[in-house]
């Protein structure tokens, strides 16, 4: 049985993981790349520094490649932008860069499909030339739910994707009435109910289709094998992976036909295509491999290797994935379980985080205020922080209104408010998970552009009652490089 192995996850990344030396900032949507920073050695004399490049967010040139060493490549697309990360045997970053998703507009809308190709082949292209030959196996993450629907012989989109925070409550009861209570599929913004609602227009019965996750889609267009997923992004169609199938209530059903067939996370799918291969200058024997999702790829990122040890990211929206071994799910507050070799990710996301603060504020304005927040006093207030109307976790309701108001006159007391509120949400969050029976929390790491904000850390730190971290490694596209490790170690 292929699973992902939380032992050879740590043993892959080594003692010699580095922190990450520097962050990009901006999650804001346009079509600019960031410019590189080298990270050169301090051993290396000025003469002999070499130029990082210029298509590369952040370059680490301080270690010519040895002869026959292979590298790992993971891509992580999330709700604001994506990230490469490319990554030696031992766990070392050689390579990283980041892009933000062009604005592309289709009949008043972001065209979706057009941003997430043209951001992937972007990143293909920052990668620095001279360590292309070396990569040895990709793999991707992607949102969680986000759902496509494409032509079953060319791959091409039949509709606008649904993306992850979209909710169908028209396909609810139609959902309801065939899984079990309260599974993970019966609420609005599952993968299941997208697929339904598709499904009841009126042309799909008739029309040759596949449902794809945004990673799912993304993986195809580099190795060209339609209709393949991963256990943790189908888990939200229906997928057992307990049992490491889809269960009879949904096979019985007419749309199970544009189901895909899935894998284990961080197992090979087949060789990259000969036209990207050549394009980009791969080797011809690099793999690409299944993904998972961004908040799943965030957590191996930050190897929480214990039943206890949690981690929560504070990109865009939170989301919280708890280790533990017993497996609960509950779709009546939006709680899931996620395998992971012989344990169980057990969390949810919700709609609240870094999103909302950027519609208040601009990232300077936010640094310089939350300098100024002191973290041990209490904030009188009580937000709940929605970018729009609807909340998934820890309560799925998708008429929840945002609550921002009262706003004070000082912005440094607004900004204590809303950053307290988020963790008051983050901790109602694991303290569900305990009442369901996941095994209870014990620490938290810290991923996502939240984990910058050291003030924020100790609010929640406080909040939770618990020790809280910033994670060695912050960033999912890392977690999306030792998937790629692990397939390419498999075969």
């Known amino acids: 049985m292929s699973e992902i192995c939380l032992g050879c996850v740590k043993d892959l990344c080594g003692p010699r993981v580095q922190a ?26 000025k003469s002999e520094r070499k130029p990082a490049s210029l298509r590369a967010g952040k370059v680490n040139m301080d270690v010519d490649l040895e002869v026959e060493e292979r590298l790992y490549l993971g891509l992580d697309f999330g709700t604001s932008g994506a990230r490469y990360a490319l990554i030696d045997k031992e766990g070392k970053i050689r390579a990283e860069g980041k892009r933000e998703y062009p604005l592309y507009m289709s009949e008043e809308t972001i065209d979706w499909v057009k941003s997430w190709r043209t951001t992937l ?9 001279s360590f292309r030959p070396a990569v040895a196996s990709i793999s991707i993450d992607g949102t969680s739910a986000t759902t496509m629907i494409v032509d079953s012989k060319t791959g091409e989109p039949l509709c606008k994707p649904l993306l992850y925070n979209q ?52 993986l195809w267009l580099l190795h060209g094998k339609l209709g393949v997923s991963d256990y943790n992004n189908a888990l939200k169609v229906g997928y057992d992976p307990e049992v490491e199938s889809y269960p009879p209530w949904l096979l019985s059903q007419p749309y199970s036909s544009v189901l895909p067939r899935v894998q284990a996370p961080g197992t090979t799918i087949g060789s990259i295509k000969e036209s990207i ?93 939350s300098q100024q927040i002191n973290p041990a006093e209490t904030s009188p207030f009580d937000y ?34 809303i950053l307290e509120s988020i963790a008051r949400i983050e901790a109602k969050g694991y303290n569900l998970l305990k009442e369901l029976g996941a095994t209870p929390v014990e620490e938290v790491f810290t991923a996502g552009g939240g984990s910058k904000n050291e003030k924020w850390i100790k609010i929640r730190a406080r909040v939770l009652g618990l020790p809280v971290h910033k994670a060695l490694q912050t960033e999912a596209a890392y977690g999306a490089a030792l998937l790629a490790m692990k397939g390419a170690f498999a075969q």
């Open 20 to 45: 990450q030396l520097a962050q990009i900032k901006g999650d804001q949507y346009n079509a600019r790349k960031l410019v590189s920073r080298p990270l050169i050695s301090n051993a290396l004399d």
């Open 121 to 129: 082949f972007g990143l293909l292209e920052d990668i620095p030339v």
């Open 167 to 218: 909710s169908c409550p028209e396909a609810l009861p139609t959902v309801k009435a065939i899984a079990p209570a309260n599974h993970t599929v019966c609420s609005g913004s599952s993968t299941l109910c997208k697929l339904v609602s598709w499904w009841s227009s009126s042309d799909a019965p008739n029309i040759s289709a596949v449902l794809l996750h945004q990673a799912d889609w993304l």
């Open 277 to 369: 291969r050549t394009q980009f200058g791969f080797s011809e024997d690099c793999v690409i491999c299944t993904g998972t999702t961004d908040s799943i790829a965030a957590f191996l990122a930050a190897r929480a290797n214990h039943p206890g040890k949690a981690v929560t990211s504070l990109g865009s929206t939170l989301a919280i994935k708890l280790l533990s071994t017993k497996r609960v799910e509950d779709a009546r507050f939006g709680v899931y379980s996620h395998r992971l070799d012989d344990k169980w990710l057990v969390g949810g996301a919700s709609n609240t985080g870094g999103a909302v603060l950027r519609q208040i504020f601009t990232d300077d304005q936010l640094e310089k205020l």
């Open 384 to 417: 709940y922080p929605l970018q729009d109307i609807g909340e998934r976790f820890p309560v799925a309701d998708p008429k929840m209104e945002p609550r921002l108001h009262p706003r004070p006159e000082s912005d440094v007391e607004y900004l204590h408010g």
